[in-house]
């Protein structure tokens, strides 16, 4: 089944977003850092793990600890 263009628009975005994510994570001297400023990018957990190739559940941890920490 062919994609629609919406289908394609949404695909061509979602790699923008990783690409710059990936910028803003590279650029980030820990794990904890990039965890933080991704999620307030507005990004998932999923595709933050995956970003940063790491686990969901290392993402999930970090971001419980940091919405402890206020």
Do not use: C, F, P, Y
């Amino acid at each position: 089944m062919a994609k629609t263009t919406n289908e394609l628009i949404l695909e061509k975005l979602d790699q923008i977003l990783k690409v710059l994510a990936l910028q803003i994570a590279v650029e980030q001297e820990s794990l904890t850092e990039g965890v933080r400023l991704l999620k307030l990018a507005g990004l998932d957990n999923r595709t933050i793990a995956t970003v940063l190739n790491t686990s969901d559940s290392a993402v999930r941890a970090i971001a419980s600890n940091l919405k402890k920490r206020g």
